[in-house]
């Protein structure tokens, strides 16, 4: 057995991944067959395909090998590689708009709550609940495993990040703690030797080097809306754009904004101090960073700085804490003048709006309110379920209870359990009410769904962005509340930039209150709907022109 398992290391190394199958399979007895070897069976199939067919094939060597001996090492690990497996079905299945992948979940907690005191001291298996508590929208146990692996490495840096970042879900931060715990993140930011980096060289051509870093330009992410209003509404007399894509594959998308730009590169297999250099070899005077802390971030290499300014804007409406992020794009109504200590960086405040949507090929047609034919309103949000908290559900419930018949059409728009949420419904008595649409991959029949929708209900503290554009587009009024830093304000500018101030609502109470009034007076509910049919491609929101004008003039001003 000892000769056989060298043999198998030698093969792994050398990633002949097939005969070790071969091998574990017909040429070992069952009864001689392990944990270890069930465990190696597993991710040698892992390793060769990533098919569901070879993907479940993949979990039952990993339950088998956990269940042969529980508490051993190897049956820990392949517990752990039992979990990771599990939850690449569940995506895969959610994508395809199958969901009955959510019967993993109670398996994965049986074996969960066997080992809790291991998973709580173990890094690598915390890592693997995680995954699953993002996906059942377990926020409260979600954020404690985060916790965990941050004291368990404290230099895990996307554990802080995401850690940060799933607190914009919650109530119960305030804009000091962010700024904190973007100051810890600062902190821990590698800082590499100055021998190792090619100089900050300055630009001497009278063209402004302007760089975007972003690992989210792909097909129909919401970053690609808003970055292509100002890569197509720019003066070339004036800047030279360039394009760093953290991409490990390159779709349609990529290849069309490669149009936009003087230069692009793919900076996604080099390291850190090889991408620094490549992007200080370009002498960039102005980078604008399109991920903060969330995606695959990249703040490490605004720690070493890459450009003359850098600068944060759209994907992350928040502070970094990084020192060397020189500026945060914003606008009036998002960061108040009298809050601009709470945020590291220096506050742009744009005219309007800290953004602007490059809208939808599609012909914009007015859309009569559903009500006319359904005889009932029907509410919506088709934000990420993950902004759906106790609060937004003991609101929306409220309002459902008090307006008779009345719907509410959820649709996901990332990979998360509906189950999780559904169940809070029926806590509050009304999933009767509740229309649960299957996620869209095709972005027009995802916009059609608005077309069943007389009111789209934004989530609080973390307001929806471009589910609100998209509504808006759709000729669909979006109910806000206000809120007290730039992620929870972005409702309060978007409506603020449609002179509907009618549909930014105090506080709860008030949410509601405008809520039940604008479904009780249903021609008020209609003009609503015209008004911003005739006023959305004219305001702030889609002035593609006027916003790029205002964007550039603020990078002209910061590069003096």
Not at 526 to 551: G, P, V
Request: glycine fraction near 2%.
């Amino acid at each position: 057995m000892e000769s056989n398992k060298a043999d198998l290391k030698k093969l792994f190394y050398e990633k002949k991944y097939s005969l070790i199958i071969d091998i574990i399979e017909n040429k070992i007895t069952d009864k001689d067959k392990n944990s270890g070897l069930l465990n190696l069976l597993g991710v040698c199939k892992f390793l060769s395909s990533r098919s569901k067919e070879i993907l479940q094939s993949s979990r039952n060597d990993f339950r088998k090998a956990y269940l042969l001996e529980k508490k051993t090492q190897d049956a820990l690990h392949a517990l752990k590689n039992f979990i990771n497996v599990s939850m690449d079905i569940f995506d895969l299945e959610f994508r395809s708009g199958v969901h009955s992948s959510e019967k993993i979940f109670d398996e994965i907690f049986t074996y969960f709550k066997e080992n809790k005191a291991y998973f709580d001291k173990n890094e690598g298996h915390a890592q693997s609940i995680i995954k699953v508590f993002k996906r059942n929208l377990d926020l409260n146990n979600l954020i404690d495993y985060l916790k965990k692996v941050i004291e368990l490495n404290d230099q895990n840096l996307d554990a802080l990040c995401t850690y940060i970042y799933f607190n914009c879900y919650k109530k119960d931060w305030d804009q000091k703690n962010f700024l904190e715990n973007s100051k810890k993140l600062n902190s821990k930011l590698p800082k590499y030797p100055s021998e190792k980096l090619f100089d900050l060289s300055e630009n001497k051509n009278k063209k402004i080097n302007l760089g975007f870093l972003s690992a989210d330009i792909r097909s129909n992410h919401c970053i690609t809306f808003f970055l292509r209003t100002v890569l197509t509404n720019y003066d070339k007399e004036k800047f030279n754009i360039f394009i760093y894509f953290v991409n490990d594959k390159e779709d349609e998308t990529v290849k069309e904004f490669k149009k936009y730009a003087s230069t692009s590169r793919n900076i996604f297999n080099l390291k850190d101090v090889e991408a620094i250099n490549l992007i200080r070899s370009d002498k960039i005077d102005i980078i604008i960073d399109l991920m903060g802390i969330t995606s695959n971030q990249k703040l490490s290499l605004i720690k070493n700085r890459i450009a003359k300014k850098q600068v944060a804007w759209c994907g992350y409406n928040n502070t970094t804490g990084v020192e060397q992020m020189d500026y945060l794009i914003s606008d009036k109504y998002s960061i108040l003048k009298n809050e601009v200590n709470l945020y590291s960086e220096k506050i742009i405040h744009l005219e309007n709006i800290w953004n602007c949507h490059s809208g939808f090929s599609e012909k914009r047609e007015f859309i009569e309110p559903p009500f006319k034919v359904n005889k009932y309103i029907t509410f919506g949000s088709f934000n990420n379920f993950r902004k759906i908290n106790d609060s937004v559900i003991n609101v929306w419930s409220s309002i459902l209870k008090q307006i008779p018949n009345s719907k509410l059409i959820l649709a996901p728009s990332a990979t998360a359990s509906s189950s999780y949420v559904l169940e809070k419904f029926e806590k509050k008595g009304v999933l009767g009410s509740i229309i649960f649409q299957k996620f869209k991959k095709n972005l027009n029949e995802h916009l059609n769904e608005y077309k069943k929708i007389d009111i789209a209900l934004d989530t609080f503290p973390y307001n929806g962005v471009t589910t609100s554009f998209e509504a808006i587009w759709m000729c669909v009024p979006v109910l806000t509340i206000k809120g007290y830093n730039f992620i929870s304000r972005a409702g309060e500018s978007i409506n603020s930039n449609l002179n509907l101030d009618e549909l930014i609502s105090k506080n709860e109470d008030d949410y509601i209150k405008k809520a039940v009034s604008y479904c009780t007076d249903l021609d008020k509910l209609a003009n609503i709907r015209r008004k911003i049919f005739e006023n959305a491609l004219k305001s702030a929101l889609f002035d593609k022109k006027k916003f790029s004008s205002q964007f550039y003039a603020s990078l002209e001003k910061i590069n003096k």
